[in-house]
């Protein structure tokens, strides 16, 4: 059974840095891309970042670009989400997915979430 | 960025037919591929992959859920609808980066 367990959120302030960690099972981690997808609360879906399987592609959204970096260990099954420069508006849900198809075609797993909230 | 639009709400009565669509400011199909995916998310839970590439069933998904269209219009169909269909839907097209979502119809019971 594919398994995406996120960790790492919390109550963080403006301007500080955060690291999320999603940790994948149930499947072969190192032939996959992967994905931060965010949710704010009470709001719709936002793509965050994708990597590719071997980290060779990494792509971000223009609203976190510059002061989020994705990454992975394939050796730990471990997908990470480095996020620096905290502002409000990156308080959401986020998830961790597994992605399909060609780049970030379409997401087929998604973890549970993990709260991030930015607040003085 | 393409930018779909949902209808924010459907209300449906049990065992009825639900059409939701999502609309793409321009064309998500290349050739023969149609890069629309379409999404389920009850109240408290990650999303779930119904649909992808307009029409292809996701894993473990029933039958009663369908998916069609092309270039820049997409429908989803819930037939019969079901106590456990009540949820808000998704539409995600993966044309163009960044990957984008609509804004998500609210499923409701009439």
């Known amino acids: 059974e594919v398994q995406l367990v996120e960790s790492g959120g919390g109550l963080v302030q403006p301007g500080r840095s955060l690291k999320l960690s999603c940790l994948a099972s149930g499947f072969t981690f190192s032939n996959y891309g992967m994905n931060w997808i965010r949710q704010a609360p009470g709001k719709g879906l936002e793509w965050v970042a994708s990597i590719s399987s071997s980290s060779s592609y990494i792509y971000y959204a223009d609203t976190v670009k510059g002061r989020f970096t994705i990454s992975r260990d394939n050796a730990k099954n471990t997908l990470y989400l480095q996020m620096t420069s905290l502002r409000s508006e990156d308080t959401a849900l986020y998830y961790c997915?597994?992605?399909?198809?060609?780049?970030?075609?379409?997401?087929?797993?998604w973890g549970q979430g993990v709260m991030v909230t930015v607040s003085s | 960025d393409i930018v779909l639009t949902q209808s924010p709400a459907l209300a449906v009565s049990l065992g009825q037919r639900a059409t939701i669509s999502c609309r793409a400011s321009?064309?998500?199909?290349?050739?023969?591929?149609?890069?629309m995916h379409w999404y389920q998310q009850k109240p408290g839970q990650q999303p779930k992959l119904l649909i992808y590439r307009a029409s292809n069933l996701a894993s473990g998904i029933p039958a009663r859920f369908s998916g069609s269209g092309s270039g820049t219009d997409f429908t989803l169909t819930i037939n019969p609808v079901q106590a456990d269909d009540i949820a808000t839907y998704y539409c995600?097209?993966?044309?163009?980066?960044?990957?984008?979502f609509g804004g998500g119809t609210k499923l409701e019971l009439k």
């Open positions: 997915a597994r992605h399909r198809g060609l780049g970030a075609d379409y997401f087929d797993y």
């Open positions: 321009q064309s998500v199909s290349i050739s023969r591929y149609n890069l």
């Open positions: 995600q097209q993966s044309r163009e980066s960044p990957p984008t």
